[in-house]
Structure formats: structure tokens, C-alpha cells
């Protein structure tokens, strides 16, 4: 093995030693010894990107607009009075106007970091962009000690067979799901986002409406439906077989009920049926999901549906 090589695998062992120690002890007992493998699995790709040009031209050429080498785009190691952090600027559109720094992997939970100073100093190894805020994920069990800090995703994960065997949702029996046999619902689902925003117009810019590319890739691995109420359509949920901060699953990546049945809480009911049909195939499987800060009937309905918060990311001004 090469230097690089061996400097890799030495990242690669102590970022995912720490992060399996800052686990949530919920995830612990959840996928035990399967644990360390999903979390070096996603540990092993990021580490990569420290050494990756054609990852970092990549993403020059997507940010392009500033005019910046492909260097500046790398995964960094940053170390920080004993602190070693795995970071990489990132920015919320194209256009550059909000860049960021996403802290990926750390040797202590950024949150409970208690001097800013050393944030802001991150933030200015980055110094070309001129970042003005730093995300970093937190576990829910770990306090936050940053002053400042506030949640811009909840992280939320429940095991499918529990959520399955939870005591009768309301409105249960009027709720079903159907493996569609194409995506020719989109232009529904997309009416129906547009209605949401109308209603609830705060949700605008936390939530999105999903490209049909990811649909497709939901549909694909059979973890999209559609959900009909009384056996009328009335929207759609769909997942991705992903890892997400090293905890495996099947990821949501869309539940959104139609106007007419919104607000009758069902949302629970939508979450057992999918647990359910999930359980079907691998009652271990956990059903995962960000859930935006601003999204307080998502959140509610989540946790009725037996999904417990195991973390959030957090953004934190510097």
C-alpha cells in the first residue's frame, strides 16, 4: 500500500472509531455489529474526496459562476486544537451566493464544541468562498454547547416491524398503498405540492418537490406508492435504500398527502401501511428521515407513527 494509501486507511479507521462512539445508543441497539460496517462504508467514500481531483473538478465546474480552481472544492482534514474535522464547502443553489461549510465527520460532535473561535476558524480555511455559516450534524443524545446553534434538519429513524406492530392509526382502515405502474401521477403530485405551499407558504424553500428522476429511483427499488383514502389518490410515499451519517435504511425521501385529506391526521396511518410493506421484505430494515425544522405536522405525525429523533443537522452563523 502506498503512503496515501496507508494515510487513507488510517482516516478511514479513526473517523469511523469516533463516529460509532457518538452514535445514538438507539441506532446501537438497532443495528448492532452491522453498525461499524455501514458507518466505515460511508466514512470510506468521504475520505476519498480528500485526495479526489476529478470529484473536485466535478464540482468547480458546477460552481463554475465563481471562477475558482478545483483544489478550493476538495474534502479537507482540518485539525483544530486536538480536533481533527473532515469538511468541504458547500453551497444551497449554484449560483454561489450562499456557500457554506458542511462539516461531515469529526472527532468530537461539533455541536458540543462550546468556543465559536474554533468554528470560525474552520470556517476560515475556507476562506476563498467566504462562507457565513457552518452545518454539521449532531446525535440528539449529545447536548449542544454551541451558542447559536439552530436546527435546519431532524433526523428520524424507527425499525420497520415495531412501527408495523403500533397500536391502530387513526384512519387506518381508509388508508391503502399501491405500487404505482409509472410516474404518469407526477403532474398530480407536483399540483398538489403547489397547493401545500399555498396553505402553508413557511414550508417553501424547507421542502421540495422531488424530480422524477428520484421518483423513478424509488419506483425502481419498490419502495414508491401511492396512497389512496377512501380509494381516492391522495399522494404519494416513496424511499431510497441509502446510508445516511452511517445509519442504513430505507430513507425517505417523500410523503406528501393531497389537499383534501391534509389535516386529518394520517399521516400516522400512511407510516404504518409503508413500515408494514417494508417489514414484509426485512422487519429489521429502519425506516429513516430528515424532517425540516419548520415542518412541526410532519414531526408530529412521525413520532405518533413510532419514529424517534436520533439526531439533526445544524447550522451555526459565523
Known amino acids: 500500500m502506498t503512503a496515501t494509501g496507508n494515510h487513507h486507511a488510517e482516516l478511514e479507521r479513526e473517523f469511523t472509531d469516533c463516529t460509532l462512539e457518538q452514535a445514538h445508543p438507539q441506532v446501537r441497539a438497532w443495528r448492532g455489529d452491522e453498525l461499524r460496517r455501514d458507518i466505515q462504508e460511508a466514512t470510506r467514500e468521504l475520505v476519498a474526496l480528500v485526495a479526489d481531483d476529478n470529484a473536485a473538478r466535478q464540482f468547480a465546474e458546477t460552481m463554475k459562476v465563481l471562477s475558482l480552481p478545483a483544489q478550493h472544492y476538495k474534502m479537507r482534514l482540518i485539525e483544530m486544537e486536538g480536533r481533527r474535522f473532515l469538511a468541504r464547502i458547500d453551497f444551497s ?6 456557500p457554506f461549510v458542511a462539516i461531515y465527520r469529526a472527532s468530537v460532535p461539533p455541536g458540543a464544541i462550546s468556543d465559536r473561535t474554533i468554528l470560525r476558524r ?50 387506518l382502515a381508509r388508508v391503502a398503498l399501491h405500487r404505482p405502474a409509472d410516474l404518469s401521477f407526477y403532474p398530480r ?32 427499488e419498490g419502495l414508491l406508492y401511492e396512497i389512496s383514502v377512501g380509494g381516492l389518490w391522495a399522494g404519494i410515499v416513496a424511499a431510497r435504500h441509502q446510508v445516511i ?5 430505507a430513507y425517505m425521501v417523500e410523503i ?63
Not at 443553489?93 to 450562499?98: E, F, N, Y
Not at 454547547?145 to 416491524?161: H, K, M, N, S, T
Not at 403530485?189 to 422524477?212: D, H, K, S, T, W
Open 93 to 98: 443553489d449554484p449560483s454561489g451566493s450562499s
Open 122 to 171: 474552520i470556517a476560515g480555511e475556507f476562506a476563498p468562498f467566504a462562507p457565513r455559516r457552518i452545518r454539521f450534524y449532531q446525535p440528539a443524545h449529545v447536548p449542544i454547547a454551541v451558542a447559536g446553534a439552530y436546527i435546519d434538519q431532524r433526523f428520524l429513524a424507527g425499525l420497520a416491524r415495531d412501527m408495523a406492530a403500533r397500536p391502530e392509526a387513526p384512519g
Open 189 to 220: 403530485y407536483v399540483a398538489a405540492y403547489n397547493e401545500m405551499f399555498l396553505a402553508r407558504p413557511q414550508m417553501r424553500g424547507a421542502v421540495r418537490i422531488e424530480c422524477e428522476t428520484t421518483l423513478a429511483a424509488s419506483h425502481a
Open 245 to 249: 451519517v452511517g445509519v442504513r435504511g
Open 256 to 318: 406528501l398527502l393531497d389537499s383534501m385529506v391534509r389535516g386529518q391526521r394520517l399521516g400516522p396511518a400512511v407510516h404504518r401501511r409503508f413500515a408494514a410493506n417494508v417489514a414484509a421484505t426485512d422487519p429489521s430494515t429502519l425506516i429513516t428521515g430528515t424532517i425540516a425544522a419548520v415542518n412541526e405536522p410532519s414531526l408530529k405525525a412521525a413520532s405518533r407513527a413510532g419514529r424517534v429523533e436520533i439526531g439533526a443537522w445544524h447550522w451555526v452563523d459565523v
